[in-house]
């Protein structure tokens, strides 16, 4: 008697028990808050197209109070990024880092042997697409394509050709280019894109395919022109720039703007940040400066993105391919 | 003339009370920062930047500049107090400040480092105002194979020491240059050197590690060596003659200060660049040119005056470009630059038409923050003097406390504090056999931007090398580094031509 009383008080103490636990932990799930400042690994240089656009997105999230801990920016982005990726690797199951990514997401671990794997990584939110465009400076005198084409034929190996890092994205347009027109130029690695404007402004390069952001302060102060964009439609920035399918060059390219988190990141964190870059894709704000700054919101969130993730990784594969096989 | 009323306007601006305000708390908060080993402006500035939407534009900006500011001046003090860097733009101060500390001049060093910093800060102000949009032109004309020949300058500096012995100072460049590569390469992404497979080598070696390694704990294993349980500090009284004092001591550097100022300004200007390699150059330049050469690494004031002149000059130099170009010249400006984004405002060419209210209150809130700084600063040094005083037993565990913490907190990764501790140790020893320390920091710090530079001239260039000499400002750099790395081997020759003559007579 005494004997089953006391097993009854027991089962009844830890049901509720478990009750209370479970009650507490979706509640807890819900109510997730980051407790330290979160860190924003940038996968590029200071100053570039990517390192901008992040750190807007980590004001505009601290100025709506959008995440109750302060965001703290960090810039790796040696290797065309693989500083950031093998960083990433390693806060594994860390709900206090979020990456910015570029499309060197792709490639790096493609070119590269560190060892990452990027179907491991969390997708967090796909925040906008940009655009690609190629740039002379104004001392060059070349104000269209065909001039273009014709100055580099003439330089041969002496035309420099700048961007971010080996085998990344503007290294893919370059390729690109040199493919379609049977060119040949040297292409020059920096570390950012801010980097690359100011040389081309400054002469040390004589081309680059910098995205809009990266050189919009110049081509306002009339020192850089643009040539070509490589997307479908014109960019609404710069309305006089023909497009190369216009010009009958069938040469697209675009760029992604995510963010993404380590493996296994608690999901109630992953909940969280995509709820807080949700409301900041909502603002009126971003939707503005992307309008201003020739970019394309496109917000994709959770497995779709993942997807999305795959599947270029598989089309930049291909081009990696054709690109080496172009070189040898 | 046009600047100058714009200058007015901007001073309306900044001499409000919120702004004065904002300026004493910005600095005040930025010396702290500072003299915190592992906190840095960046820091600073990046923990400060949510709470700048409460206020107008202008305001926020003169709230980060004061931070800035202040961090600039307040790197020096544990680099003197304690022998470790407060921030990595102070490497340089602790070589000469820490020896100066240990004579019981820590007042003097502390207050040499203020006045310096405020005549560096000013000085470059200065040449802000009055050159802006000219000098964002001469930071276009910087490209890979100049600021290879600045870098490889730098070296030269170190190398052509008098004093010390020149062969080890050569081991110990290539030491710091071998250092240098671990990790990721900058230019294919491929990793490099990744010892035992740690995956904590990836992103290389911080210098900053290293300088808390050698610096800060060989110090304190060498101080506990030399000296048992004595003092190791004789403890340092600052009184107002002593200031006075030290102020007659710096009106003779003036030479120093000039070089330091405008040095720093230019290397600060250089996008890639910024205030780290500014300070080591100018030490490097005043240690050969200096008279007293010999004697910099154990205690000159000089050694004191030159690296401060030019962080701080440097942190000057490194807006230039971001406000001209939107091009940061340093991790700072790069979050100041995203701070102008977020309020709306467009870094460029086009901000000084478009924004003449904000960039020249800026401009005329650093006149302000250094003079805000320089008085605090000054004001503070009693207390920061009074720390000296604990008992050795005391300062030394707090050094290694600091030690540990300032080595953890940027990358807050184990593996730097095993990396400290093994510096640590190394640089001990290698103390012991009469190493400098100075070049092996200085390699790790210029080694990554002189690979990349080189490589990026010869790809550019398609490996001909004499695209180094060829370019007039490359050139002029490379017959510079040529000069500096000659010079001692000329005093030695004239000074054996003297000494035949002297017989002789």
Known sequence: MN?????????????????????????????????????????????????????????????????????????????????????????????????????SYYTTPLRTDIGVDIAEFTPIARMA?????????????????????????????????????????????????????????????????????????????????????????????GKAIPI????????????????????????????????????????????????????????????????????????????????????????????????????? | MEMFAHLADGFATSLSPLNILIVVLGVTAGLFIGAMPGLGSVNGVAIVLPLTFVVPPSSAIILLAAIYYGAMYGGAISSILLGIPGASTAVATTFDGRPMAQQGKAGLALIAAAVA???????????????????????????????????????????????????????????????????????????????FDQPGFYSGISFLVLAIGVYGIGEVLYTIETSKTAPAVTPAKITLKELGLGLREMNKLWKTMTMGSVLGFFVGMLPAAGATPAALMSYGIAKSTSKTGRTFGKGNIEGVVAPETA???????????????????????????????????????????????????????????????????????????????????????????????????????MHDVWLIAGFGVGGYLMRKADYPMAPLVLALVLGPLMEKSFRQTLIAERGDVFAFIERPLSGTFMALALLFFLLPLINYLVKGAKRKIAPAE
């Open chain 2, 117 to 195: 910093s405020f005549v560096g800060g000013t000085i470059s102000v200065i040449l802000f105002t009055l050159f802006a949009a000219p000098l964002a032109d001469i930071a276009l004309k910087f490209g890979p194979a100049e600021e290879f020949a600045l870098v490889l300058m730098a070296f030269t500096t170190f190398v052509g020491l008098g004093g010390d012995d020149i062969l080890k100072t050569i081991v110990m460049i290539c030491l710091g240059l071998v250092l240098s590569t671990v990790g990721l390469d900058l230019i294919s992404g491929q990793p490099r050197l990744i010892f």
């Open chain 1, 3 to 103: 004997n089953t009383f006391t097993r009854r008080v027991a089962l009844a103490v830890a049901a509720s028990a478990a009750l209370i636990s479970a009650t507490t932990t979706s509640a807890l799930a819900q109510d997730w808050k980051p407790i330290k400042p979160i860190e924003m690994v940038i996968m590029a240089g200071q100053g570039g197209g990517a390192d901008r656009l992040a750190r807007l997105f980590q004001s505009m999230i601290q100025r709506e109070n959008l995440s109750n801990m302060p965001i703290l920016p960090v810039n790796k982005g040696g290797g065309s990024g693989a500083e950031a990726l093998r960083y990433l690797k390693d806060k594994e199951g860390d709900a206090y880092v979020l990456m910015a990514t570029l499309n």
């Open chain 1, 129 to 221: 697409v940009d655009t690609f465009v190629l740039w002379v400076s104004e001392d060059s005198g070349i104000t269209n394509l065909d001039e273009y084409v014709a100055a580099v034929k003439a330089a041969g190996k002496d035309w420099k050709m700048g961007g971010t890092g080996t085998g990344a994205e503007d290294s893919l347009v370059t390729a690109m280019l040199e493919k379609e027109f049977g060119l040949e130029m040297t292409y020059v690695p920096f570390e950012g894109g801010g980097e690359v404007a100011k040389s081309l402004i400054g002469g040390h390069i004589d081309s680059t395919v910098n995205n809009p952001s990266e050189q919009m302060g110049f081509y306002n102060a």
């Open chain 1, 228 to 328: 070509a964009a490589f997307t479908p439609e014109r960019v609404a920035a710069f309305p006089e720039t023909p497009t190369m399918i216009e010009l009958g060059h069938d040469l697209v390219y675009a760029m992604q703007r995510s963010f993404v988190a380590p493996k296994d990141m608690p999901p109630e964190a992953v909940a969280y940040y995509t709820e807080m870059f949700t409301k900041l894709n909502a603002l009126p704000d971003w939707q503005k400066y992307t309008v201003d700054e020739a970019l394309e919101a496109d917000f994709l969130t959770g497995d779709d993105l993942q997807a999305y993730f795959l599947e270029e990784r598989a089309k930049h594969e291909a081009l990696l391919k054709a690109m080496d096989e172009q070189a040898s």
């Open chain 2, 311 to 413: 962080n701080n000059a440097a942190s000057t130099g490194s807006l230039l470009p971001m406000l001209t170009l939107g091009i940061p010249g340093s991790p700072t400006t790069a979050l100041l630059l995203g701070g102008m984004v977020m309020w709306g405002l467009v870094p460029g060419p086009m901000l000084f038409i478009e924004q003449p209210d904000f960039v020249w209150g800026l401009i005329s809130s650093l006149y302000t923050a250094n003079f805000a700084a320089v008085a605090i600063n000054i004001a503070l040094i009693p207390l920061f003097v009074w720390a000296l005083r604990m008992p050795f037993t005391v300062l030394c565990a707090l050094v290694l406390v600091l030690c540990i913490v300032g080595g953890y907190a940027p990358s807050q990764k």
